[in-house]
T-cell receptor, first 110, second 113 residues
């Protein structure tokens, strides 16, 4: 599975969009990009995933560059409850092991 | 709420002891994975069970073992506890044949003294 690189921490103001970048320059053609987040003292929670097209669900949007070497998770209107560690994961098989890095610690400021 | 439960919530053990952690998967799920999360780090894959058989293992020694039962509940056993085993232990369940999401439980916080 490809390795991912994320900034250690970010912050944004409540109500503004939070844009979390992820580099995965060694991604293979059959590997998906997954995003999970972990709110303090809870288990990780799935957010969204994609292969090469941009994806949107009720929680977030995922923008994947055309060469698939990087992606951005967008929380369109961040709230205080979005404060968490966000993990970008690349995997061929989401039902098998997930390789978590250190993630990005997002702080949403009032 | 993911429907995945773990017990106990917290546990304190002494070095050299043995511990069993339990996980109840979401209804209908046939796969369970266990992860270890040390303080300040991301979760690390320990192993996965699919239909009661081990289906892959991470870089953990044999003193970490597991079981999955016919009702798809699961146990993680750790023998000869070491101080470095202190961590949050997470289980995650999924339906292997048709799922892109793993559902995590809240974890068990193990402290080894």
């Amino acid at each position: 599975d490809a390795k991912t690189t994320q900034p250690t921490s970010m912050d944004c103001a409540e109500g503004r969009a939070a844009n979390l970048p992820c580099n995965h320059s060694t991604i293979s053609g059959n590997e998906y990009v997954y995003w999970y987040r972990q709110i303090h003292s809870q288990g990780p929670q799935y957010i969204i995933h994609g292969l090469k097209n941009n994806e949107t669900n009720e929680m977030a949007s995922l923008i994947i560059t055309e060469d698939r070497k990087s992606s951005t998770l967008i929380l369109p209107h961040a709230t205080l409850r979005d404060t968490a560690v966000y993990y970008c994961i690349v995997s061929r098989d989401s039902s098998y092991k997930l390789i978590f890095g250190s993630g990005t610690r997002l702080l949403v400021r009032p | 709420e993911t429907g995945v439960t773990q017990s106990p919530t917290h546990l304190i053990k002494t070095r050299g002891q043995q511990v069993t952690l339990r996980c109840s998967s979401q209804s209908g799920h046939n796969t369970v994975s266990w992860y270890q999360q040390a303080l300040g780090q991301g979760p690390q894959f320990i192993f996965q069970y699919y239909r009661e058989e081990e289906n892959g293992r991470g870089n953990f020694p044999p003193r970490f073992s597991g079981l999955q039962f016919p009702n798809y509940s699961s146990e993680l056993n750790v023998n000869a506890l070491e101080l470095d085993d202190s961590a949050l232990y997470l289980c995650a369940s999924s339906f292997k044949e048709d799922s892109y999401e793993q559902y995590f439980g809240p974890g068990t916080r193990l402290t080894v003294t």
